[in-house]
C-alpha cells in the first residue's frame, strides 16, 4: 500500500484545510451542513433529464441520461446521516447516470440530530419499495433495480440489501460505515485523517444515535454484525475503498463476510486517495475514475435479462 496521498488528493486538502474550518465536534449540524455544501461546484454533466419529484413521502431527483425504458439505481449520498443532501451529490449522481445509460434516484433522507436513528433508514427502505412497485411510473424497469451510496449512504444501503427482501440487481458501496464500534487498524492509523478523523466520526455518530433507539452493536446501525443468513440475503455487491481512510479496514472486512457467506464480491482499492474522495471527481481524478467504475457495474447488473 501507498505510504502517500496521491497529490491531486493532497491539492484538494491542503484547500480545505486553509479555510480553516472549526473541528466538527461542538458544531452547529446547520452549520456543518452549509460549509459542506460550499465545497460544491455546479455539474458539467449534461443529461436528458433530470427533475425532482417525491416517491413514498421522501424527496428524491431523477436523472436519466436516456429515453426509452431504463434500470434504476437508488442513490443514497454521504454525509454522516447529519450532512449532504440532493445538491452536494449532485455531480456523483449525474456521472453514475451518464456512466451507467441508466437512471438514477437520488434519496433526500431525513438527516440527524433532528431525526434520528431510524429515520433515515425508514426514509430509504421506503425509497426502495417504491422503486421495486413503481419504477415504471418514471420509464425505468420494477425488475432491474440496483442500490448503493457512499459513506453513510452505503452504510443504509447494505442495511436495506440485508432486511428488505427486494430482489436488487446489485449493491454499490463507496466506502461505507459498516462497523459503528471503531474498533479496526484504520481508525488507529488514521485516527486524525486525512479529512475524516476518529473525533468526527464520534460526533456524526452521536448525532445519528442521538435519539431511543439503535446503538453502535446494532446490525441495523453497524451491517457488518448481522447474521450470516441476514448478509446472505445481499445481492452481488461492489465495494470500493480508499487507502487513507479510517473506514479502509470495515470496507474490506464487510466484503470478507460477504463472500464467506457466498455472495458474489468485488472489491476496488483507491491507493492514494482519502475517504470521500469520490464526490470531488472534477478535481480528482481517480474520483472520475471511480464512479466510472461503479457505473459500468450497474451497466452490467441492470441490463435486461441479467439477475442477480
Known amino acids: 500500500m501507498s505510504t502517500s496521498l496521491h497529490p491531486q488528493a493532497q491539492a484538494l486538502l491542503s484547500h480545505i484545510e486553509a479555510l480553516d474550518d472549526p473541528p466538527l465536534e461542538g458544531s452547529d449540524p446547520v452549520e456543518v451542513r452549509a460549509r459542506r455544501k460550499a465545497l460544491v461546484r455546479p455539474s458539467t454533466v449534461q443529461l436528458a433529464e433530470v427533475r425532482d419529484l417525491v416517491c413514498a413521502g421522501v424527496r428524491c431527483r431523477l436523472y436519466r441520461p436516456r429515453g426509452g425504458e431504463l434500470g434504476l439505481f437508488v442513490y443514497l449520498h454521504g454525509g454522516g446521516w447529519v450532512a449532504g443532501d440532493l445538491d452536494t451529490h449532485d455531480d456523483v449522481s449525474r456521472r453514475l447516470a451518464a456512466a451507467s445509460g441508466h437512471a438514477v434516484l437520488a434519496v433526500d433522507y431525513r438527516l440527524a440530530p433532528e431525526h434520528p436513528f431510524p429515520a433515515a433508514l425508514e426514509d430509504a427502505c421506503a425509497v426502495a419499495r417504491w422503486a421495486h412497485a413503481s419504477a415504471a411510473l418514471v420509464g425505468c424497469d420494477p425488475d432491474r433495480v440496483a442500490i448503493g451510496g457512499d459513506s453513510a449512504g452505503a452504510n443504509l444501503a447494505a442495511v436495506v440489501a440485508q432486511r428488505s427482501a427486494l430482489p436488487f440487481r446489485l ?23 486525512p479529512w475524516l478523523t476518529r473525533q468526527a466520526m464520534t460526533w456524526y455518530l452521536g448525532c445519528y444515535l442521538a435519539g431511543d433507539e439503535g446503538a453502535p452493536e446494532d446490525p441495523r446501525v453497524s451491517p457488518l454484525l448481522a447474521e450470516d443468513a441476514l448478509l446472505g440475503a445481499s445481492p452481488p455487491t461492489l465495494v470500493l475503498t480508499a487507502s487513507h481512510d479510517v473506514l479502509r479496514d470495515e470496507g474490506l472486512e464487510y466484503a470478507r463476510r460477504l463472500a464467506a457467506v457466498g455472495v458474489e464480491v468485488t472489491v476496488s482499492e483507491y491507493e492514494g486517495m482519502f475517504h470521500g474522495f469520490a464526490a470531488f471527481a472534477d478535481r480528482i481524478d481517480d474520483g472520475a475514475r471511480a464512479l466510472a467504475e461503479c457505473g459500468a457495474a450497474i451497466a452490467r447488473a441492470l441490463e435486461p435479462g441479467e439477475c442477480a
Do not use: C, I, N, W
Not at 184 to 192: G, H, L, M, P
Open 171 to 193: 449493491q454499490v458501496l463507496l466506502y461505507p460505515v459498516t462497523d459503528a464500534r471503531m474498533t479496526t487498524a484504520s481508525y488507529e492509523k488514521f485516527r486524525d485523517g
